[in-house]
């Protein structure tokens, strides 16, 4: 289903991705279905919490000739050290974990300061009529696939603290790109 997959969000994950920078951290990069669009010249670190995706996204690496590793950890507690990432990327992923504030707090601490961090998700439409379906199919899409269907992934990255630089949305609000930038504690000043 890859070539499905790149045909409804290829053009998303471009416009989000393709300016990435330095070493790259994919959180739950799935089958690594991001790494195409990441520059040339950056570094690849993916994480996801399912075995068999882990082996597909290092065989998506090996697939792109590209440098990078891949390994099994869970979002809500990486195991990086604070600041080791130039930027921070994460797909269609909020809506799946148990905890996103826990993963998205994460992604802060492993970015480094004035680094980015790039999301694109996914969540309930600004259209009445669309929102009302997926209120409708939200509690039988969850039991099949774990996923929230109708999350405010904007108010779930405010809720997390983080700092939004930008975010903009396409398919009736359905989807949602946020650029966060993390601010530079040296920058703070205390009273
Ligand atoms: C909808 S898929 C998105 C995959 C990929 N980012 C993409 O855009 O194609 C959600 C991913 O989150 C992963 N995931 C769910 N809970 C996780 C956790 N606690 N830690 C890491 N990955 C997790 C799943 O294994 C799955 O690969």
Redesign the pocket.
């Known amino acids: 289903m890859g070539w499905l997959?790149r045909l409804l969000t290829g053009r998303y994950r471009h416009r989000q991705f393709s300016h990435a920078e330095g070493r790259v951290l994919d959180?739950?990069?799935?089958?690594g279905?991001?790494f195409q669009y990441l520059p040339e010249r950056t570094e690849i670190v993916g994480?996801?919490?399912?075995d068999p995706?882990v082996e597909r996204a290092q065989s998506e690496l090996d697939r792109l000739n590209r440098d990078g590793t891949v390994e099994r950890?869970?979002?809500?507690d990486l195991n990086f050290a604070d600041n080791s990432f130039d930027t921070v990327i994460?797909?269609?992923?909020t809506c799946?974990?148990?905890d996103p504030v826990a993963?998205l707090e994460e992604m802060a601490r492993v970015c480094r300061p004035n680094g980015r961090i790039l999301l694109l998700e996914h969540g309930r439409s600004d259209n009445s009529f669309l929102a009302r379906y997926q209120e409708w199919r939200a509690e039988a899409h969850y039991e099949r696939s774990g996923?929230r269907l109708t999350q405010n992934p904007l108010a779930v990255v405010r809720q997390a603290g983080l700092s939004v630089d930008e975010a903009e949305s396409a398919q009736l609000g359905r989807i949602t790109w946020i650029v966060c930038e993390r601010p530079d504690p040296s920058h703070l000043t205390t009273a």
């Open positions: 997959n959180v739950a990069c799935g089958a279905t991001n994480i996801d919490i399912s995706l950890m869970d979002a809500q994460s797909s269609f992923s799946t974990f148990p993963a996923c």
